[in-house]
């Protein structure tokens, strides 16, 4: 008679040099995202978590299509551009820029979306499987699976986000191509019935701005998957859930309504500077907490607490050169009122994260014979030119 593995016979975790999770089938892969959405819940129950896989773990990963060349340096107009060339030649049904970038984006189009889908078993097939042309180089390299959590989705329909779209593509010098506003990645989701969104239970990453702001650590965490492993791991895909490449790109079938739990969770605030300040705002917040929250591991020497403290800084002081970058652009054209509320807005925002970073409980966990040179941070501080 055999033996039955108990539940609590836990076998070796074995970890990376970056300290991420090594997976080698997928046994160990459904434990390892248990235990990560665990943490999620913990964090925001009513967070969105959504997978992405990729073959190699390339060292500027989750990166847009648009962003790997440099089509937006060349041609800040490039992207309007290429979609405007797909309406004018039937390429596409959508209407707005937003719903032809997505028609595109599966079409092999650069554009400023990234593929996630929510199911994890998806994500996880294309960490192991590779393009036939790159299909034998890939295979000798680790994959990584990067695991989202997000507050907020978006409907490509909705006019919140088909506006910000447009705005962002037909104006590069808009204030909301900003570095301000380039944190403020969002969930847009698939409610179209295509045979292969459906399939992939696929959703998109907008990135904001002319460059590509990387999503903040504080909203991923990542697996590697063992080279070695690639094949036995499309095996058990194949064999246990029926997931393999006619799964994954299918012929068109019924379409099946089983989107409508999603409605629920869409986002439906409406797109304004004062709320993309806000959620600036938050996501420099949530930064700080993230990496403050390292100081609470302990066994931590002077060095490394100096170099945490460094790399906060070093965050809000980009974010305050960013909103100083967007307050000397809009000067540019005095007398309109707008752009003098929406300034002192912008003031405002410095203020709070400068504030909320100055009152951190997790400041204190230093020890107090530390000596840190905050010349910088006291020059950080100094809000008095924006306080008339």
Known sequence: MGTRRQKNDKRKIEFDDNRDRIIKNVQDYLEAIEDINDRFRKEDENGIVVYRGEPVTYPTFA?????????????????????????????????????????????????????????????????????????DEERKKDGRVLIYKLNK?????????????????????????????????????????????????????????????????????????????????????????????????????????KFKDKAIRIESMEYTLDNEIDLSIRSMKKIIDFKLKKLEEGAMDIDEQVKIIQAVEDSIKSFKYDIEECIYDLNKNEGINENKNFIKMLEKAIGEVVSYYSNHPNIFILDNNIEIDDSELKNLTDLSEYRG
């Open 63 to 135: 990166m847009p299509g648009i962003f790997r060349e440099p089509y937006l340096k060349k041609d800040p107009y490039f992207e309007r551009n290429l979609l405007e060339e797909l309406k004018a030649n039937k390429l596409t049904s959508g209407e707005s820029y937003l719903e032809i970038a997505i028609d595109s984006q599966h079409g092999g189009f650069p554009s400023r979306l990234l593929d996630v889908s929510y199911n994890c078993l998806v994500a996880l097939y294309f960490a192991v499987v590779s393009t036939p042309q790159k299909r």
């Open 153 to 257: 989705a978006y409907c490509p329909k909705a006019t919140n986000v088909k506006e910000n779209y447009k705005t962002i593509l037909d104006n590069p010098t808009d204030i909301r191509n900003s570095g301000v506003f380039s944190v403020n990645h969002k969930l847009v989701d698939h409610i179209k019935l295509n045979s292969r969104i459906i399939a992939q239970q696929g959703a998109l990453i907008y990135f904001q701005g002319l460059t590509c702001e990387p999503i903040p650590e504080y909203m991923y965490e990542k697996l590697t998957i063992d080279r070695n492993s690639k094949t036995t791991i499309e095996k058990q895909l194949e064999q246990y859930f029926g997931i393999n490449t006619s799964f994954i790109y299918p012929e068109i079938e019924h379409a099946v309504d």
